[in-house]
């Protein structure tokens, strides 16, 4: 539904300038921003998917990916139409791409939202499957109550958010999973018609303001694979983040207009895999390799199982109170312990 905007200001002319991402679209009366889902009416803008949902779901949490966070519990999953970024190989080109008209969409208002999940048995809330920034009036709503009802709140973001909305939902939102979908602006420019930078100061801030963040890198064969390049990724990380960064590399499946370029061989993602590890990040994971233990948590001091994962089935038997149970390391989860 339609509801009044935040984040804009009027350039005059019944023209306004959106302030929720980094695109700063400037629209004009009647007009769409990037995301297709602000509109200027009259020189006001507003949100046109307040509550409207296109997707609903009760997902395990290490599908967002998030494997630090909550392991083994459920999150009451919500997505809506449109996205900041029009990227190639969008695997929800179906809903990213829709306009707010779209025929599926159900309205869930935020009291709603949490009613919902608490009745699936879930233990919080994630706004995710499209881009959860371009849906702030209403995340930030359905944050807010989550967090009241004791619930945990997690976006599942592109991390194309200016800082002022960000540090807005902050206090309300306890995790993100960022895709960073390459190291390098060209990609960003060509494939996703954004930029690279705005998204690392997004994780650089994530971390500031005591979200809890892991980050995914989806390797695409002759686009981002280069060694050079995730070398560089990974020291970001290092430097930037913390080497206790839970990173998510994750297989390319050939989807929406890139299915031109193959799936990303399993050699590369083993190489990409020691790669993180020489350059210091203690918890790399690949995601959609189905066995060989890269989805598990071990113990970077002694080497121990400490969480094992086989899809979403999970065994914390080698973790107790937040330590690994042979050495008595500190593995970095967060748990009901940790309250925002
Ligand atoms: S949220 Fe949408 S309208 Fe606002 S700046 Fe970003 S793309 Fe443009």
């Not at 869930?108 to 009036?137: D, F, K, S």
């Not at 494939?191 to 890198?217: D, G, M, S």
Request: glycine share 8%; hydrophobic share 30%; proline share 5%.
């Amino acid at each position: 539904m339609q509801k009044d905007a935040r984040f804009w200001k009027t350039s005059g002319d019944k023209k306004v300038q959106c302030h929720l991402c980094p695109h700063n679209c400037n629209i004009k009366d009647d007009g769409l921003g990037i995301c297709g889902v602000r509109k200027n009416e009259n020189g006001k803008l507003y949100t046109l998917i307040y509550g409207s949902c296109s997707s609903v779901a009760a997902d395990p949490i290490e599908k967002k990916p998030l494997y630090h966070f909550y392991p083994g519990t459920n999150a009451f999953s919500l997505g809506t139409v449109g996205c900041n970024f029009k990227c190639e190989h969008c695997q929800n080109y179906s809903i990213a791409t829709a306009s707010p008209e779209y025929f599926y969409i159900r309205e869930i208002m935020p009291e709603q939202a949490v009613e919902l999940a608490r009745e699936q048995g879930c233990q919080g809330i994630a706004w995710t499957y499209n881009e959860p920034t371009i849906w702030h009036e209403y995340s930030f709503d359905s944050a807010k109550l989550a967090k009241k009802a004791g619930l945990y709140t997690v976006y599942v973001s592109n991390g194309y958010i200016n800082e002022e909305p960000l540090k807005d939902i902050a206090p309300f939102l306890d995790a993100m999973n960022v895709d960073v979908k390459a190291f390098n602006e060209g990609f960003y420019k060509k494939i996703c018609k954004a930029r690279l930078e705005p998204v690392l100061q997004t994780c650089e801030r994530a971390k500031e303001l005591n979200i809890h963040l892991e980050v995914t890198y989806l390797v695409i064969p002759g686009y981002n694979d280069s060694i050079d390049e995730v070398r560089q990724f990974c020291s970001w990380v290092v430097e930037k983040l913390g080497s206790s960064t839970p990173v998510h590399f994750s297989r390319f499946h050939p989807d929406y207009k890139m299915t031109n370029v193959s799936i990303t061989p399993i050699e590369t993602l083993l190489k990409i895999y020691n790669i993180a590890k020489e350059t210091g990040i203690l918890y790399p994971y690949l995601g959609n390799v189905p066995h060989g233990g890269y989805e598990n948590t071990m113990c970077p001091s002694c080497g121990n199982l400490c969480i094992e994962r086989y899809g979403y089935s999970i065994s914390l038997n080698g973790i107790k109170d937040g330590k690994c149970v042979k050495c008595g390391n500190t593995i970095p989860i967060v748990t009901d312990k940790y309250k925002k």
